[in-house]
């Protein structure tokens, strides 16, 4: 036995464990998400609009933008980085999401910069959207107040719903308006677009989470007090993997969804175009936390 062998824990074989399984379950992980050839620009404009909002920029925000956008246009990139600034900021203070629901409704915004920020933001994507959409984006925007406001701790199988809810599920919804495309409403109400959206939806919010040892972790946390499984890190890091490989494979039911559904190339491409980010800003997302200190050793 080397004195390697001798002095490793029981806890580092166990992540070196977890490690090797996320990588070879996940070979995606192994190379680096592409980047937004105009990330820099993305990054100047979206602090530059924050600031003039009155909100604190976040960082992460352009990072995460520029590698799930990272071959679209550079508008819907910026787009979709103002986006999640508000909704990093709407997760702190989610008592200012009634004021947003006003303002979707029709109500002027208030002097509150969060009302002011979604104002402008809604302005950008909701008139080239139709009621469908709308009443999808309103009623995911309503569910997260309703999720951030609750009380307790849910069980670890009963988080998922809660967790995409609280963490802000309307920001899949916007990957339609920042792509300047719409998701025919028979699509998006089915059984396998639903699949795609959570399983990517769960990915990020439980990314989040676990960055924030919160929700899922949490919840993990108590489940694994009375159990052997090991941390609730790991236990994390294990249900992730296996999410990821569920919305693979909702995503390769796609091609058979929109000929099913008789829409032609241009529509069927531009449906495509939209569950292909929703593989990447998960991919997006798990890259983020692989790069946290308390996650780095399972990237």
């Known amino acids: 036995m080397t004195s390697t062998e001798v002095h490793r824990s029981p806890r580092a074989a166990g992540r070196e464990a977890v490690s090797a399984g996320l990588t070879e379950r996940l070979a995606a992980l192994t190379m680096p998400c592409p980047v937004h050839p105009s990330s820099h620009l993305v990054e100047a404009a979206t602090a530059e609009w924050a600031h003039a909002m009155g909100l604190e920029p976040d960082p992460d925000a352009p990072w995460l933008a520029g590698r799930a956008f990272a071959r679209c ?66 009623a995911a925007l309503a569910a997260q107040r309703e999720a951030l406001l609750a009380t307790g701790t849910p069980a670890a199988e009963e988080y998922p719903p809660l967790g995409r809810d609280a963490f802000g599920r309307y920001l899949f919804d916007l990957v339609e308006p920042c792509r300047e495309t719409e998701v025919p409403e028979a699509v998006a109400s089915s059984r396998q677009w639903r699949a795609l959206a959570e399983a990517a939806a769960d990915v990020a919010a439980w990314c989040v989470d676990a960055e924030g040892g919160r929700g899922y972790v949490s919840a993990a946390g108590a489940l694994l007090e009375r159990s052997t499984a090991g941390t609730a890190e790991e236990w994390v890091i294990d249900r992730l993997a296996v999410r990821m490989e569920e919305l693979w494979a909702a995503a390769r039911a796609v091609p058979a969804l929109t000929e099913r559904h008789g829409l032609g190339f241009g529509a069927s491409r531009e449906v495509t175009g939209v569950a292909c980010a929703f593989l990447t800003v998960p991919r997006a997302y798990l890259e983020w936390l692989m790069r946290k200190p308390r996650y780095r050793h399972c990237g």
């Open 73 to 138: 246009e550079t508008r819907a990139v910026t787009l979709l980085a103002r986006w999640l600034t508000l909704a990093a900021r709407l997760r702190e203070s989610p008592g200012a999401i009634g004021g947003l629901l006003a303002v979707a409704g029709g109500a002027e915004p208030g002097p509150e910069p969060l009302e002011r920020a979604f104002s402008g933001l809604w302005r950008s994507c909701a008139p080239g959207m139709g009621d469908a959409w709308r009443a999808r984006f309103t």
